[in-house]
């Protein structure tokens, strides 16, 4: 029987109640005119929500979406309203392009530094990933957008996520695992769970009748839908009975006419088949609400994060904020300088729009006068960097030919910006795939995908290769695929690249520029920055790593910055003591250079606005108000130290589950302090931020648990 509020199932046949039970695409979930359920679209969204439509048509993948920093960074604030503001930002990017349901927030813990998903997660703590992960949900679900929080449970490691099994206890799991995802279901009222990969207690996720049902929906009673990560779904009749609602991606899985042979055989009841349809249909209502209203886009809203995400963790003699007034050079060293990572690797990642860099921002921000030399350092990317959209001022022409080289009508279309094109269902008399375009040179331009290239320079075949690879390694662990490189040495070339299609299939390639063999050059780098830093007032160096090493599919291989960046920072704090050292990082790195040098700022994947919000904190026009949400050796959790300083003492006479401080800024600057609590075991009980101006005092109020 249908709840009253509920359209009647008994419309529907078996098979097509289970049809609903299994995705129609990579993100679309199917329709039923007779139960009024719309057909529904889903979206990645950590840092933003692509617009999906863009991919269904030539042209390069989605439509620039202005990525937030990284969750890391998120947790750095320990703000839940920014945690619900860019929530509710996600969701309008939803409205906006057709989404129904954004897979996130992840609510996974930071436990492994060398984990290749570090950044995707909140914070260590599980109650600083609960009370932000909590406002995440009410801030997607307030644009009415369904969040789907994810990876229930144990994904917290990338190598052989697959098959690996995590053994938890009741005290890691009740104790910290399941805390987060408690919180968004009873607290925030999330709409769908994704279940993980992994396997807990020797039993797959999708298959966990212990957690998902027994937990998940009878204790919690979680209403919603839950989803499978894609692709992890691997038997029928377990994971029908386990509570796994949904099964993505599709139109293929072990459901479908098997689950059909599985009911009418007894070893599914129809019932089962009946509750999940009936969740699906009460996310089709939820997310369908046409009273709902589309949240503006909150501008200033990613500059804002990054700036109280930034945390200051040492600052010798007050170098930063630097006092431009009386500085006449400045030498700004490192790869991050010009092109920071603003977002890890994976499936989180959106195109988005061309970014200022720190080098520019900080240029824009100095005084007239002052000297800034900009300065490569050493290379932390192996694989090709991004094609900047200056180089090729004329955009692109992007189409389809049959095999007689005759343009396919309805192909055509110009790309201004944007080096991956991709066409997701090619025609089937389409032979080749064809991009033009004017670019300056000298380059060294990289094309890359799989398959049969042709690249014409002026009008003259310079290669004529085939890429190959396991298609399947690359799909599984989020690598780059392999790419040719093709010199372009003239301005204004005329560069024509073809690739062989397969009609019927998808088709997809990128582009982007390998640096000429002198700016590789660790040695010669290092011996430049030196010299700078030696004839500067300040020398500011950024590190960090990238998304070749940070990324979903893999773990890093090891814990350290890449390439030569430590011997970097080592040679040029020693020729100038007035050294900065910005990381651009989403996990915790050694830092054996770190009481050498006068500060150390970490700033995490700090999305679209990183380069403003760089120039502003180190110029002293926004305060670093972040306190890492993990350990980073040797800083404890929860550690920042900003601009200002601080007194805080709690009131005698507290008690209870209601702990009072009084909190005063002692020092010159307006601040942000974050006051925790902590249990006898380390973990946090409660905490609380405060703004005060200079000598401003207030009271802090935090609730904690009874025990702690």
Same mark, same amino acid.
């Given at each position: ?288 609400? @046409? ?55 994976? +499936? ?87 991009? /033009? ?65 397969? @009609? ?30 030696? +004839? ?14 940070? /990324? ?157």
């Amino acid at each position: 029987m249908s709840p009253p509020d509920e359209p009647s199932l008994d419309v529907l046949p078996l098979e097509d109640k289970v049809a609903l039970l299994t995705g129609t695409g990579m993100w679309t979930l199917r329709g039923e005119p007779r139960l009024g359920l719309p057909a529904l679209m889903c979206a990645n969204g950590p840092v933003g929500v692509p617009d999906l439509a863009g991919r269904e048509v030539v042209g390069p993948a989605g439509t620039p979406v202005a990525p937030l920093p990284c969750p890391a960074a998120l947790g750095a604030t320990w703000d839940p309203e920014l945690a619900w503001r860019a929530g509710r930002r996600l969701g309008a990017q939803a409205r906006r392009a057709g989404v129904h349901m954004v897979l996130a927030p992840g609510l996974d813990l930071q436990a492994d530094p060398l984990a290749g998903r570090h950044f995707e997660c909140l914070g260590a703590d599980p109650l600083l990933v609960a009370r932000l992960g909590v406002a995440l949900v009410r801030g997607i679900q307030s644009s009415g957008v369904a969040a789907c929080v994810k990876h229930f449970v144990g994904n917290e490691a990338e190598d052989g996520r697959y098959t690996r099994d995590v053994p938890a206890g009741d005290e890691l799991l009740r104790g910290r695992w399941l805390r987060p995802f408690e919180a968004a279901v009873r607290e925030g009222g999330a709409w769908a769970v994704m279940a993980a990969y992994n396997s807990v207690n020797g039993t797959r996720m999708t298959e966990h009748t212990g957690l998902l049902r027994d937990v998940l929906k009878d204790e919690w009673g979680f209403d919603g839908v839950v989803v499978s990560d894609w692709g992890a779904t691997v038997s029928t009749v377990d994971s029908a009975l386990a509570g796994l609602d949904l099964v993505m991606p599709g139109p293929w899985g072990p459901w479908g006419d098997a689950l059909v042979d599985a009911v009418r055989e007894g070893f599914v009841p129809e019932s089962e088949i009946d509750d999940k349809v009936v969740r699906l249909l009460r996310l089709g209502r939820r997310v369908t609400d @046409p009273s709902t209203p589309v949240p503006g886009e909150d501008p200033g809203l990613g500059r804002l994060i990054a700036t109280r995400s930034f945390v200051l963790l040492t600052n010798r003699n007050e170098i930063l904020p630097l006092d431009a007034g009386r500085i006449r050079s400045i030498a700004l060293i490192g790869e991050p300088a010009t092109t920071p990572c603003l977002q890890g690797g994976g +499936s989180s990642e959106v195109a988005g729009p061309p970014a200022v860099s720190p080098a520019t921002a900080l240029a824009a921000g100095l005084p007239h006068g002052v000297d800034l030399r900009v300065l490569g350092g050493v290379p932390i990317r192996t694989e090709p960097r991004p094609l900047p959209e200056a180089w090729t001022p004329g955009g692109f022409r992007v189409g389809l030919r049959d095999a007689d080289g005759a343009p396919l009508e309805g192909s055509e279309g110009h790309a201004p910006a944007g080096t991956e094109f991709a066409w997701p269902v090619v025609p089937a008399n389409a032979a080749e795939a064809v991009v /033009t375009f004017t670019m300056d040179g000298p380059r060294d331009l990289a094309v890359a995908g799989l398959g049969l290239f042709s690249v014409a320079v002026d009008g003259t075949t310079v290669a004529d290769t085939e890429l190959t690879a396991d298609l399947a390694a690359l799909l599984a662990g989020f690598r780059r695929p392999p790419y040719f490189t093709v010199p372009i040495r003239g301005n204004g070339a005329r560069v024509e690249i073809r690739h062989v299609v397969s @009609p019927g299939g998808p088709a997809a390639f990128g582009l982007g520029h390998c640096p000429p063999p002198a700016e590789g050059d660790p040695g010669a780098g290092i011996a430049a920055a030196v010299r700078a830093a030696h +004839s500067t007032d300040i020398a500011i160096v950024m590190v960090g790593t990238c998304a070749e090493q940070e /990324t979903e599919g893999r773990d890093r291989t090891f814990p350290g910055l890449p390439g030569r960046q430590d011997e970097l920072v080592a040679a040029v704090a020693a020729a100038n003591p007035r050294t900065v050292v910005v990381v651009n990082a989403g996990a915790p790195i050694p830092m054996p250079w770190a009481g050498d040098v006068a500060a150390v700022l970490w700033t995490w994947f700090g999305g679209q606005e990183y380069g403003p919000a760089l120039a502003d904190v180190l110029l002293g026009a926004a305060e670093p108000g972040g306190r890492l949400p993990c350990p980073i050796p040797p800083f404890r959790l929860g550690h920042g130290l900003g601009y200002t300083t601080w007194a805080c003492t709690e009131t005698p006479g507290g008690g209870g589950t209601v702990r009072r401080f009084w909190v005063t800024n002692t020092g010159a600057r307006p601040g942000r302090e974050v006051v925790r609590c902590h249990t006898a075991t380390g973990d946090v009980a409660g905490f609380a931020a405060v703004e005060l101006r200079p000598g401003e005092r207030r009271e802090v109020m935090i609730e904690v648990p009874r025990d702690a």
